[in-house]
Each structure stands twice: as structure tokens, then as C-alpha cells.
């Protein structure tokens, strides 16, 4: 089983700036997966990134990277030049034991000219 | 991503009203999900089904029940629907449902229980 915590509910970020949205898990299990996830306006969810418990490199895709501190159970996600099409709703989420998807209560992020 | 769609997309009903959501997809993936979402909760696994006839509970599964007769069609019905079940509902699905796979999503059902 995972418990995902996600502290900031919104966050604001000038465009073209980088911006960090924490994300810190709990889970006894030795395998487990990290998910970003991101939820626009429109509703639909849209998956970003991925980290395995197993992986040593972080993760990438794009302008989107996973800051995995596997000591600190923290997988951050590090978005860089943000984008106005950043606004979203973000939702961090971990497997852990099996396929079962334990989501935290998302970060409101704003991207402001 | 997974052809994956929902109907209906929009649905109000009133209380003690059966209701059904059906999930379809057309990617031939073995496993299937339902989640609902409501605010300060994230998304919570409901059910979920790993083969035809093959189903499971999830975290928040009271008042709800499944059935999955095809691979590519996944239901969900609310015996007797109530206002705590007001809610966002989304479908996902993968194909090998294990803790490295990533779950594709599909576009929501937006229920509302008068």
C-alpha cells in the first residue's frame, strides 16, 4: 500500500521560469512506481512521468523531470520554462504491492505572465 | 494513449435511482478501473478487474458493485444512488497491472444525485 502527501495546494510560477511540486510517499513495499499526472481545466487526465523504485537515474520526458530522493521518499516533480498551457491541476500517485494507484490531493498550479 | 471512453459523459439523477456508468475500450488491455474524484481526496480506486468475470474491490467500494462480461467494457452501478455519490467518475485502464504500469485514463462521467 502507498500513502502520497502533496503539501501545496496551489502554486504560482512566472512563465518561462522553472517550478517544483513536492510530492513525498510512504510505503514499506521494495517495489513501487511514482506517477505524475496532470488534470487541466478540461477535466481529463493526462499522464507526464513516470519513477520505479528500482530506477538510479530520475526520470525525464520533455520539459518535465522526477527529482527521486529515494532516503527522503520525495519524488518531486520539476517542471522547467513554464508554459501558460502549464495551469493545470497535478496530481502525484504511487503503486506499491501491486497495481492498485494510491493518488495524493493534487497542486493547483497557476503559470502567470 | 488507450482508446478509452465513458457514457454517459453527464448524468444528474435523483436519490434511491439506480445508475449505471459504463467504461469501453478498445486497446484489448486486461485490466480496468474505476475512480471517483472529489475535491481534497484526489482520485480513490473504487473497483477494479483484472479479466473477464475477474473483479475486485477498491478503497472506497461500499455502494458500489462491477461486472465486466467482454474485455473491452467495464460497468459500474450505484444500486441505489445518493448524494455522497455525487462525484466525478473516471475509467482507466492498463495492460499487464503490475506496479511499474502506468494506467491511461478516460475522459470522466460527471454524476450528480439530487
Known amino acids: 500500500a502507498q500513502k502520497i502527501t502533496q503539501t501545496q495546494p496551489g502554486m504560482f510560477v512566472q512563465e518561462k521560469e522553472a517550478v517544483t511540486l513536492d510530492c513525498t510517499y510512504d510505503t514499506s513495499d521494495q517495489s513501487y512506481g511514482l506517477f505524475w499526472y496532470k488534470q487541466p481545466s478540461s477535466g481529463e487526465m493526462i499522464f507526464l512521468i513516470y519513477q520505479g523504485s528500482y530506477d538510479e537515474q530520475n526520470a525525464t520526458e520533455g520539459r518535465y523531470s522526477l527529482n527521486f530522493q529515494k532516503a527522503r521518499k520525495s519524488a518531486n516533480l520539476v517542471i522547467s520554462a513554464s508554459q501558460l498551457g502549464d495551469s493545470a491541476m497535478y496530481f502525484c500517485a504511487g503503486t506499491g504491492g501491486g497495481n492498485k494507484l494510491t493518488f495524493g490531493t493534487g497542486t493547483q498550479l497557476k503559470v502567470e505572465l | 494513449d488507450a482508446g478509452i471512453t465513458q457514457s454517459p459523459r453527464h448524468k444528474v439523477t435523483e436519490t434511491g435511482t439506480p445508475v449505471t456508468l459504463r467504461c469501453h475500450q478498445t486497446e484489448n488491455h486486461r485490466y480496468m478501473y474505476w475512480y471517483r474524484q472529489d475535491p481534497g481526496h484526489g482520485l480513490r480506486l473504487i473497483h477494479y478487474s483484472y479479466g473477464v468475470k475477474d473483479t475486485d474491490k477498491g478503497e472506497v467500494s461500499d455502494g458500489y458493485s462491477v461486472s465486466r462480461s467482454k474485455t473491452e467494457d467495464f460497468l459500474l452501478t450505484l444500486e441505489s444512488a445518493t448524494s455522497s455519490q455525487t462525484s466525478v467518475y473516471f475509467c482507466?485502464?492498463?495492460?499487464?497491472?503490475?506496479?511499474?504500469?502506468?494506467?491511461?485514463f478516460g475522459p470522466g462521467t460527471r454524476l450528480l444525485v439530487l
Open positions: 482507466a485502464t492498463g495492460l499487464a497491472g503490475d506496479f511499474q504500469e502506468t494506467q491511461y
